[in-house]
């Protein structure tokens, strides 16, 4: 299925919310919420993001694309997500 901006943006946030962050800290969370200082990521979360993406969303995110500048908001992921899924060919 492709989604658009705003609709994978909305299924990254929720995903983030129920699945990576602790209640207090989802209610907070934005598009701009900066992930790192947030101390959301480590090896079990952007594994479980990783594989969420992979599944939701049928985009595999190149080990290269695995950076800090890739991943600081939820706005900068659902860019990465775009991008990468407009350089995979359709099979």
Known sequence: MIYSREALLVRLT????TDLL?????????AQTPLYAWGVFNSLSTARLIGFIREQFGVAIPLQQLTEANFSTLDKITDLVLSVRQDTPVT
């Open 14 to 17: 929720t995903f983030f919310k």
């Open 22 to 30: 602790e209640p207090e800290d989802a209610a907070a969370l934005t």
